[in-house]
C-alpha cells in the first residue's frame, strides 16, 4: 500500500481549488485522480497516494474549505510573525548594550 502525501503547495493548491472551482469540484468527486493531475501532481504521484484517498467523494460546502485554508495561512502567518519579534528585540537589546558600553567607557584624553 502506497502513502506518498501532498505536499504543502499541493494541498494548499487542492484546498483553494476545491473551495472555488466548481468544475474541478465536480471532477475531483467523481475521478480524484484526473482532478489531481490538474493541481501539479505527476501520474506517478497520484498513483502513489493511498487507494483510499482516490475513491469517489461528496465534498463539503466550498466554504468549509475556503475556511480551511484562511486557518492554515493566518496559523503560518503568525508562526512567522512569532519568530521574527525575538529576533528584533535581541538585536535592540544587541544595540542598547553597545551603546551603552560605548558611552561607558572612560576617557583617556
Avoid: W, Y
Wanted: net charge positive; aromatic share 4%; charged share 30%.
Amino acid at each position: 500500500m502506497a502513502d506518498r502525501k501532498l505536499t504543502l503547495d499541493q494541498a494548499f493548491s487542492l484546498l483553494r481549488k476545491l473551495g472555488t472551482d466548481d468544475e474541478f469540484r465536480i471532477r475531483f468527486q467523481t475521478k480524484p485522480a484526473t482532478a489531481l493531475t490538474e493541481i501539479g501532481l505527476s501520474a506517478e504521484e497520484v498513483i502513489q497516494l493511498n487507494a483510499f484517498c482516490l475513491s469517489p467523494v461528496v465534498l463539503a460546502d466550498k466554504s468549509v474549505f475556503l475556511k480551511i485554508v484562511d486557518t492554515c495561512d493566518r496559523e503560518a502567518l503568525r508562526s512567522v510573525t512569532s519568530m521574527i519579534v525575538p529576533n528584533l528585540r535581541i538585536a535592540e537589546r544587541r544595540r542598547a548594550v553597545e551603546t551603552t558600553t560605548r558611552h561607558a567607557q572612560p576617557s583617556l584624553h
